[in-house]
């Protein structure tokens, strides 16, 4: 069954048309630096002009693998939209991807260490990442945030304090805890997802559709 339509909708900006040449211009080109540009052009493509949500991660996988979440494929894609239409049902059925959707929401979705890499590496310079995604955190202002991947939840936390947006406890709504979608917690992550995307509606932070 089809989760999308394929009719075109306002998905195709000018924004849209640029990074698709760009990414059709590099696609023989290869090399670790080269694939950084391709993840980091990509978000871009997608993110909102309000950041609402901000789902945070460890890292991205290579972009030669294709299972990055912006190339609309592999288990954290899928994953996430079942969680997201068992809050909001088929009314995603009127944009033809779900990434549109998502930047639709307000949902973003950034890496405490924004190349491919593993936690063993991460750990040794975190203190880098941490400052980096602070930066990035006070950037993006987001009302709320997302960690999945329990070993990154200190390190997160760490680079919102640093941020100064967001605090522990506070007012704002940060989700910790959640395991990322993979090794058997599939189910795990859909069902925290969702009560997190459902907090978000009761707080007014999101709304459903209409």
């Known amino acids: 069954m089809m989760l999308f ?17 760009v990414l ?8 670790e630096a080269i694939d950084i540009f391709k993840i980091k ?22 972009y030669g693998r294709k299972t990055f979440f912006y190339q609309g494929r592999a288990g954290l894609f899928i994953h996430t939209i079942s969680a997201f239409k068992n809050v909001f049902g088929n ?14 929401k307000g949902c973003y979705l950034d890496d405490l260490c924004p190349k491919p890499s593993n936690f063993y590496e991460i750990n040794k310079k975190k203190g880098i ?16 945030i997302i960690i999945f991947g329990k070993g990154i939840n ?14 522990k406890n506070s007012g704002n ?13 599939q189910n795990d992550y859909i069902i925290m997802v969702e009560k997190a995307l459902e907090t978000l509606v009761k707080r007014g932070i999101l709304d459903y559709d209409d």
């Open 5 to 21: 339509n394929r009719k075109l909708d306002s998905s195709y900006s000018v924004k849209s048309i640029f990074i698709n040449l």
């Open 154 to 167: 200190d390190f997160v936390y760490e680079a919102i304090a640093q941020s100064g947006i967001l605090k």
């Open 41 to 62: 052009i990509i978000r871009w493509k997608y993110r909102p002009k309000r950041i609402k949500i901000l789902f945070v991660g460890e890292s991205p996988p290579p």
């Open 91 to 104: 009314k995603l059925n009127k944009f033809s991807n779900f990434l549109k959707y998502f930047e639709s």
């Open 24 to 31: 059709i211009l590099l696609k023989r080109i290869n090399g």
């Open 129 to 144: 990442y941490i400052k980096l995604l602070s930066r990035r955190i006070r950037r993006m202002k987001p009302e709320s």
């Open 173 to 185: 709504l940060i989700f910790e805890n959640i395991p990322f979608a993979g090794q058997g917690h």
